[in-house]
């Protein structure tokens, strides 16, 4: 079955480290979405991208970094510089501008 | 003013009742429009598309008034599984850019 499959689906981060969370989907989709979600708050765009070797920055950018060198996988990295990374992250994918986005089934991301 | 406009509830309701969200967006270059379901701690999941006709599946009915900038979902005959968070998705034309909104909370109740 075609689909989002994020890894793993709990992670625990020490002080000053960097964690990265995978994202891989099989559905030939050309763009990918990564969201934040904090407890009762409504989704945030950390970054997307939109082909291969290509993403920009969304609203919350900051701490964050990815890379698209493959069209199935859009990993995360949460670097240490992101201070409060606490959050539920979900990974998206949509194979054409007007269609609605897939989604993974989230990462839960705890500082330790 | 955000993009994407939700009441955030919670909406109390006992089975069987009929409850309806509405949602307002800002951006009239706005495409495509969809309602998400969230359950508690899972990732949203696609209800259904809005259209101006109006859609409807099973107990649920979607509608999209362009001149209002305005969506609504209506649920008829609550179920107790109904209870969930709604989210209002807009698609605004041109690329890529798809705005969630914060969601509607809904508890259906024995």
């Known amino acids: 079955d075609g689909g989002i499959t994020q890894s793993p689906k709990y992670l625990f981060r020490k002080e000053g480290q960097n964690v990265t969370l995978s994202c891989e989907q099989n559905?030939?989709?050309?763009?990918m979405y990564w969201y934040r979600q904090d407890p009762g708050q409504g989704l945030r765009l950390i970054y997307y991208s939109q082909i291969v070797n290509d993403f920009q920055k969304g609203d919350i950018a900051e701490g964050y970094s990815v890379s698209r060198e493959k069209k199935e996988s859009f990993p995360l990295t949460v670097t240490s510089a992101q201070k409060n990374p606490t959050a539920f992250y979900l990974c998206?994918?949509?194979?054409?501008?007007?269609?609605?986005?897939?989604f993974g089934d989230g990462t839960r991301l705890s500082i330790l | 003013r955000k993009e994407v406009e939700q009441d955030p509830g919670p909406f109390n309701v006992p089975e069987g009742a009929t409850v309806a969200f509405n949602c307002t967006y800002s951006?009239?270059?706005?495409?495509?429009f969809f309602w998400y379901r969230q359950d508690c701690r899972k990732e949203p999941k696609l209800l259904m598309s809005v259209y101006s006709s109006g859609n409807e599946d099973g107990r649920f009915t979607a509608q999209l008034n362009r001149a209002s900038q305005y969506i609504s979902l209506l649920i008829r005959d609550s179920k107790l599984s109904d209870s969930a968070t709604y989210l209002c998705v807009v698609i605004v034309g041109g690329g890529f850019k798809t705005i969630f909104g914060a969601g509607t909370r809904l508890f259906v109740k024995a």
């Open positions: 998206a994918s949509t194979g054409q501008f007007n269609q609605p986005q897939h």
């Open positions: 951006n009239s270059a706005s495409q495509s």
């Open positions: 559905l030939n989709h050309d763009a």
